[in-house]
């Protein structure tokens, strides 16, 4: 059984980083793909950035590219993102995904487990 956990969320203020992370504690295989989201009230959750099994491939929202990093250890079962120079308006809840399907996935529908998520607020 999968059961994510984020942590790593926090107030912090523009201009800093975070760096949040994913446990994966019941993962039994590291052959799936696994995205950040991000949802604020009253919107839809919208992807932040994706990556392959393997780590070797990755996608980001256009808007983040720059700014937030995703990497993932398969040998600690670890999805992290590393968010620079944050904005007020990257304030949301963050949660991190994983897809049954080995490669890149965008949709929220293509995601099989979610974790509980972590709340990101940053101030001007």
Known sequence: QVQLVESG??????GDFLRLSCVDSGRRSHSDGMGWF???PGKARDIV??????GGRTYYADSLKDRFTISRDNAK?????QMDNLKPEDTAVYYCAASRASD???AVSA???W???TQVTVSS
Do not use: K, M, P
């Open 9 to 14: 969320g926090g107030l912090v203020q523009a």
């Open 38 to 40: 991000r949802q604020t």
């Open 49 to 54: 950035s994706a990556i392959n099994w393997s």
């Open 77 to 81: 079962n670890t999805l992290y993102l």
């Open 104 to 106: 890149l996935r965008y």
């Open 111 to 113: 995601y099989d487990f």
């Open 115 to 117: 974790g509980q998520g």
